[in-house]
């Protein structure tokens, strides 16, 4: 699939004759839309779809996007240890940072570990006053819903899966 800057082409807008539908798979479920805030309601919740404040929305997809970072987080973590890439001679701000609560972990100017620190792109600046850093970083980016897709794609939360034409009746 290609984007493009306005990414009207990966998701469209809404349904119109002879706009197909996109899906993801969660899970084991998959889910069709022709909506990016349906998709990204059935990963964040259906009470996503009830709120129409554009301030609301990017701060319920902030929320979401700290929990998701967590739980990647922490599964990256365990998945570590259990390949003995992290361990009990692993330097203490490394733990650190990866154990620290997504809205507070400051990794510094770069993060060079092998294990990927997962962060939340509003966290930092422009939006906030911390440098966003450099490195081995994994980002979810709850800037839009289609960037919160594509970020939730990129760390194998969700799958996009290509689109299909709506059927007629």
Not at 104 to 117: A, F, Q, S
Not at 147 to 154: D, I
């Amino acid at each position: 699939m290609s984007t493009s800057s306005t990414h009207t082409d990966l998701f469209p807008a809404g349904p119109e004759e002879g706009v197909g539908w996109f899906s993801l798979r969660i899970g084991d479920r998959t889910v069709r839309s022709d909506r990016n805030d349906e998709l990204l309601a059935a990963v964040i919740g259906p009470e996503y779809l009830e709120e129409d404040d554009p301030e609301v929305l990017f701060l319920t997809r902030l929320e979401q996007a700290i929990v998701i970072a967590t739980a990647v987080q922490e599964s990256i973590v365990a998945a570590a240890v259990q390949r003995h890439d992290l361990d009990e001679t692993t330097e203490e701000d490394v733990w650190t940072a990866l154990l620290a609560e997504r809205e507070t972990v400051d990794p510094g100017v770069r993060w060079e570990h092998r294990v990927p620190l997962v962060l939340v792109t509003s966290l930092f600046a422009p939006y906030a006053e911390r440098d966003q850093p450099i490195g081995h970083i994994a980002w979810v980016d709850p800037t839009d819903d289609v960037t919160m897709l594509e970020s939730l794609q990129g760390l194998g939360v969700i799958e996009l899966l290509e689109h299909g034409d709506l059927a007629v009746a």
